[in-house]
């Protein structure tokens, strides 16, 4: 057994998705290319960010380390898998990690079969049902890690919250779209709900409550997990306009041509003048941009201050949750394990 | 306090469903018609076939009746409203129920607020997000429901079968119409996923684990549950074809218009002629089809025979499930409930 938990979180999910998938083609044949793109998705890559927010929020309180904290950690990306294929639907988005997403692959399995009938609702049909099924895996593969029942009692109200929270975000995010954005304080309430709570915050508190945690040691994980998660989202927002097509897996400019309300957005769309907000609002939400259209829209971003402001944001933010984080006393190696997720979640080009 | 079991599990998908839109409200005021819809939709009526089940499951092994074992139970409709909600943007269905499916109410939302972007897009994707909270609400009633931990663990494996079934059904089903349907073998055998297990086997099993039952018991309630769910499915068949659309609450012949590939369809399939079977596949499965086409279709499903062989269907699994309970010796009480569930399954015009 190696001790990175990052490898243990990949070899737990790796193991439970075999025995998940197995399950599925047992009931039918016909469902082998639903568990075949089950696995590969939920395997092939990812930072699996919140596993570990999840192992070192235990062991920053004094949990011993253990295979079912493993277990219970790798949950949640189950639960991540999920929100990333309904997301995807949600958003139409074509790629995910350099590949088809999950709707298009079968999309283009009805195609090439010479199915009848739509063939793009067929793709998104089948991710919705991929993603009800990770939302269920993840539940079970945190119920089945080998934690005791009054872990796991003590877990439910968090998992709970969290996976609301996800939903109400994900709804705030649509919506924000739909309305056109609004204020860098409405896209800052969606990106605590999206990414801050759900990303980091929960994450830490689930991992704090199987191993029971004080409510003092919940605060002070609040702490440092809410300014980081808002630092997070604030570096996907700029990744999401600025990022590498080979770094981040998505064309370049995703974020505007699916019109994403981000802090990002809303800073540059306040300072510009009505000009300039005319081309925003023309362009921002057009799928079929051009490089060119892309590339004018970043440089409205830059020259707005838009993007000097949220770097200086995500500094802050950093700086402010590595100061609690110091501050909190708790275990020494989950303490230098969690600046080195600070680092790796702020400092990141994919 | 009411004895009826109906009445009770009501009552307590109406306290779960109040807490947990106030905590959906608690986020954001703009939750609230989300809130709204979702309360709405799970409260407004239903057959509550499942949680009977699943009550009378636990009953019929020796259970004394409880308020937990009520919510339990009840945490079944739950989840299918997440079927349903997700079932509807899979099939493009725009109403359930007479009143429109959420995804077109949602669409209208964004219409009537002159919102940015696609409706349609914006009523599926809320959709998505509503039968996942569905999904989510369903897991935690369980989990809440006041079982004890050794009961709710026996519970585990029955549930995450029922789900994993579920939606491995709902794609047997979408592939089924994707490719045309095919035998009749093929389409019992969603008819079996889909219904038999999903929506009696499993929730009798669910109360019966809850109960501590033992295998024997266990066989002996699928020896009634899989022949009656078949027959339950077998009349589903029946009414998308043939139901009043005052009492079903959907258009009439809306299997026709959804090209379900039934076990009825598959039936007047095998029997008719060349000629015949172009004018099925010409027709089935578009959704403009006219009352007129929709009568056409009818005659010729009932001249081939269909109509009649899949009401004697129904008569042989119902006397088989009739016989198996009867001579399972279970709880004088839990069986004549289950008789009259039967019934109640089988011999509906909604």
């Known amino acids: ?42 395997l092939d890559g990812g930072k699996r960010l919140r596993p570990a927010f999840c192992f070192w929020g235990a062991r920053a309180v004094g949990a011993v380390d253990s295979d079912a904290l ?29 590949q088809p997403s ?10 090439v079969s010479g199915w009848q009938g739509d063939s793009a609702a067929f793709g998104e049909g089948v991710a919705i049902l991929l ?17 005791d029942p009054a872990g796991l009692e003590r877990a439910r109200p968090i998992i709970d919250a969290m996976r609301t929270e996800l939903m109400a975000g994900q709804y705030l ?84 041509r699916e019109g994403k309300r981000t802090v990002l957005i809303a800073l540059a769309v306040e300072t510009a003048d009505a000009a300039t907000r005319s081309t925003i609002d023309r362009h921002l939400g057009n799928p079929d941009l051009d490089d060119q259209a892309v590339e004018s829209l970043r440089e409205i971003v830059t020259a707005s201050g838009a993007t000097t402001a949220v770097e200086q944001m995500i500094d802050e933010r950093v700086d402010a949750a590595l100061r609690a984080l110091t501050a909190a006393g708790l275990d ?7 600046v080195g997720l600070a680092r790796a979640a702020t400092q990141r080009s994919a």
């Open 70 to 98: 493993v277990r219970a950690a790798a949950s949640l990306e189950l639960l991540q898998a999920c929100a990333l294929v309904h997301d995807d639907v949600l958003d139409r988005s074509a790629t995910r990690r350099g």
């Open 332 to 338: 020494h190696d989950a303490t230098v394990a969690l």
């Open 173 to 256: 995010d649509v919506i924000e779209q739909a309305r056109g954005g609004g204020s860098v304080e409405r896209a800052l309430r969606v990106a605590r709900f999206k990414a801050a709570k759900y990303t980091v915050e929960r994450p830490l508190h689930l991992g704090a409550a199987l191993a029971g945690a004080e409510a003092e040691a919940m605060l002070a994980l609040s702490g440092y997990g809410i300014p980081l998660g808002e630092a997070f989202q604030l570096r996907d927002d700029l990744l999401g306009v600025f990022g590498d097509p080979e770094r981040t897996g998505k064309p370049a400019g995703d974020d505007l």
């Open 1 to 42: 057994m190696t001790d990175d938990p990052r490898l243990r979180v990949e070899a737990a999910l790796r193991d439970f998705v075999t025995v998940a998938t197995t399950d599925l083609t047992d009931i039918a044949s016909e469902l082998t290319s639903v568990a075949e793109a089950a696995a590969r998705f939920v």
């Open 102 to 111: 999950i709707h298009e692959q079968f999309a283009t399995l009805h195609d």
């Open 131 to 147: 993603g009800d099924l990770y939302l269920i895996w993840s539940d079970s593969m945190l119920a089945t890690s080998g934690w």
